[in-house]
């Protein structure tokens, strides 16, 4: 079964460092892009950024950029979210998905992990 | 950057109902968007990619169509087990979400 399997909840203090991960499984892991999607409480998905695991090409959203970084261990199928200095408004649930691109046809997030619950609070 | 909207941002429908949601991109984007449907408390789950494409085991009361600009997901005869927020996307962009409801 092709599946991505999220670290668990999180809750830190703001300026705590925090690196979650997604585990894939199922599929070669290598031959397709991560995503990390954010869902702040109570709004919409926001495309954050993706990483090639065969070479760590990595992209992020103007938004994220310098706010994040994303990574991934190809020999243990893992790609990471991480931040060096939580804020509260990064409180959100996070999404890693597989991105699969259809030639000539864009592409799409197919496979989505369960999400991780980030909470900052002091 | 491209930039996504949607309409209506919800609707109340009745059970059996044809339900279309709209998508617009800023600029064109020739077939490339899908559609996602959230249900609450649940992980987003592909519906249709390629503007049209039906993801395997999805109903095929849904269906997409559309090019360029314009993009539209259709529920044929809404069901109970329907109501969820429908997301449309381009790459790195998502749109701002559809919430559908029963009536």
């Known amino acids: 079964e092709v599946q991505l399997v999220q670290s668990g909840a999180e809750v830190k203090k703001p300026g705590e460092s925090l690196k979650i991960s997604c585990k894939g499984s199922?599929?070669?892991?290598?031959?397709?892009?991560i995503g990390w999607v954010r869902q702040m409480p109570g709004k919409g998905l926001e495309w954050m950024g993706i990483?090639?695991?065969?070479?760590?090409?990595?992209r992020y959203s103007p938004s994220f950029q310098g706010q994040v970084t994303i990574s991934a261990d190809k020999s243990i199928s893992t790609a990471y979210l991480q931040w060096s200095s939580l804020k509260a408004s990064d409180t959100a649930m996070y999404y890693c998905?597989?991105?699969?691109?259809?030639?000539?046809?864009?592409?799409?997030?197919?496979?989505w992990g369960q999400g991780t619950m980030v909470t900052v609070s002091s | 950057d491209i930039q996504m909207t949607q309409s209506p941002s919800s609707l109340s429908a009745s059970v059996g109902d044809r339900v279309t949601i709209t998508c617009r991109a800023s600029?064109?984007?020739?077939?490339?968007l899908a559609w996602y449907q959230q249900k609450p408390g649940k992980v987003p789950k592909l519906l249709i990619y390629?503007?049209?494409t039906l993801q395997s085991g999805v109903p095929s009361r849904f269906s997409g169509s559309g090019s360029g600009t314009d993009f539209t997901l259709t529920i044929s005869s809404l069901q109970p087990e329907d109501v969820a927020t429908y997301y449309c996307?381009?790459?790195?962009?998502f749109g701002p979400g559809t919430k559908v409801d029963i009536k």
């Open positions: 996307q381009k790459s790195g962009d």
């Open positions: 600029q064109g984007i020739s077939n490339y």
């Open positions: 199922g599929y070669s892991f290598t031959s397709y892009w």
């Open positions: 390629a503007a049209s």
């Open positions: 998905a597989r991105r699969v691109v259809v030639v000539t046809a864009g592409d799409a997030f197919d496979i």
């Open positions: 990483i090639y695991p065969g070479d760590s090409d990595t």
